[in-house]
């Protein structure tokens, strides 16, 4: 296993002690007593493993490790990091009641990584070789998913959360349609066979 795997499974495992913190945090909150040293703690854990994402990348480039089993591990980290912030957020408050992450908006993320997942099932399922590559509505999705979830952790400004994640829901949504079309294309051989990581 090359040094840059071993980065992106630190990163695997850095989701379950985020969503740890987070939860620990929001319940700290329900009770009255914030232990904000937890909030610290979750953001820079999730920091951490986000910033891991481009080192393991830099890794794997610089010196030549690039391996069919970090392009595969790769993006399901990146998908577990990002899954568990919404999910986790969208759970507990933290801060004022309400501080949080919509629910219709994690619904909206989940729902769309099982539409993908269940779209690349089908371009298998009819002998397409599935080559992973993100649609630019996708990068856009996922830097302004990344953006709704430091605004809840932050809190730098006193906005409700639900402004930054109708942003990023409607990159979310129009990313789905995206990939959805791109996908029919694929299946009947009109495209390049690719979908999103």
């Known amino acids: 296993m090359t040094f840059a795997s071993k980065i992106t499974i630190t990163r695997i495992l850095m989701v379950p002690v985020f969503a740890w913190l987070a939860l ?9 007593t914030p232990d904000e040293s937890l909030r610290w703690w979750a953001l820079g854990v999730f920091v951490t493993a986000a910033c891991s994402d481009g080192v393991d990348g830099w890794v794997a480039r610089h010196f030549n490790q690039m391996s069919e089993f970090g392009a595969f ?36 993320v989940v729902l769309r990584d099982c539409i993908i997942i269940g779209g690349i099932r089908i371009l298998w399922n009819h002998r397409r070789k599935v080559r992973f590559a993100p649609h630019w509505t996708g990068k856009a999705t996922t830097v302004a998913q990344m953006f709704a979830l430091g605004w809840v952790m932050l809190r730098v400004v006193d906005i409700p959360p639900t402004w930054p994640c109708v942003v990023a829901g409607s990159f979310t949504l129009w990313s789905t349609v995206e990939y959805i079309r791109h996908g029919l294309r694929v299946l009947r051989g009109q495209a390049a066979e690719s979908v999103p990581p």
């Not at 998908?79 to 994690?106: Q, Y």
């Open 73 to 108: 591990i790769d993006p399901i980290a990146d998908k577990a990091l990002l899954l568990t912030g919404v999910v986790t957020l969208s759970l507990v408050d933290w801060g004022a009641p309400g501080w949080r992450l919509p629910l219709w908006f994690a619904a909206i």
């Open 24 to 32: 620990a945090y929001g319940h700290s909150v329900d009770s009255g």
